[in-house]
């Protein structure tokens, strides 16, 4: 089975770092995906781990340590944009995804 | 637009009545899940194809629940005698199958269909 901790809520202020963790207990693990969600839109993909270590996309960046069960998204110079739920996802070919956090940003 | 689209986006149904629900994935790709998300929760995984076969069921999928994917291109789930806790966003995804094997191909997700029962 799986199991997803991410915090439930965050808020940060516009242009600040905001960091959501993620811990998991997996059976089966081939990586770790970060989906970006809008209120009543669709999952968006941000960033895929299965490598431990830091990937950087742009404003966002992902660190997976597979020893540890532990991921986080860096978001950084935040936009009132980003707004949004965060969920974080092991992939085993399906996906398992914890609760989401709900990041506002505030100006 | 070549994204996953699904038909219909809402759909509110009586309790007992049966709906349908269609997906259409990005052409190419030869995978098609279908997850479904309550208020406040992540996406929970219902079912997965891989081209026409349909390789796992969840537990959550019932026997009023069923999926197809004739031909390997759309998708269709059917929800049998429907009951309130059906009620939900319905979401399909698609991904390509990737050399690095199961898991490490990243789904693309619909709109979602959602669903009301009342």
């Known amino acids: 089975g799986q199991n997803i901790d991410q915090p439930t809520e965050m808020t940060a202020t516009e242009g600040a770092i905001v960091q959501i963790n993620c811990t998991y207990q997996t059976s089966g693990f081939n990586g770790l995906f970060w989906y970006q969600q809008h209120a009543g839109e669709a999952p968006t993909f941000l960033s895929y781990?299965?490598?431990?270590g830091l990937e950087e996309k742009g404003r966002f960046s992902s660190f997976l340590s597979r020893s540890k069960g532990y991921s986080y998204l860096l978001l950084k110079e935040l936009q009132m944009k980003d707004s949004a739920s965060y969920l974080c996802?092991?992939?085993?070919?399906?996906?398992?995804f914890g609760a989401g956090t709900t990041v506002t940003v505030r100006a | 637009d070549t994204g996953v689209s699904q038909d219909p986006r809402h759909k509110i149904t009586k309790r007992g009545q049966n709906v349908t629900f269609r997906c259409d994935p990005i052409s190419e790709h030869n995978r098609l899940y279908w997850y479904r998300q309550t208020l406040g929760q992540g996406p929970e995984f219902l079912t997965y194809f891989q081209n026409e076969a349909q390789l796992e069921k969840s537990r959550l999928l019932s026997d009023r629940f069923s999926a197809e994917r004739p031909k390997g291109s759309f998708s269709t789930l059917e929800i049998q005698r429907t009951e309130q806790g059906d009620s939900a966003m319905y979401l399909c995804?698609?991904?390509?199958?990737?050399?690095?094997?199961?898991?490490?191909?990243?789904?693309?997700f619909g709109p979602g269909t959602r669903l009301t029962v009342l």
């Open positions: 781990n299965v490598l431990d």
């Open positions: 996802a092991t992939s085993d070919y399906k996906l398992s």
């Open positions: 995804a698609s991904s390509l199958e990737l050399a690095g094997g199961p898991g490490t191909d990243t789904q693309y």
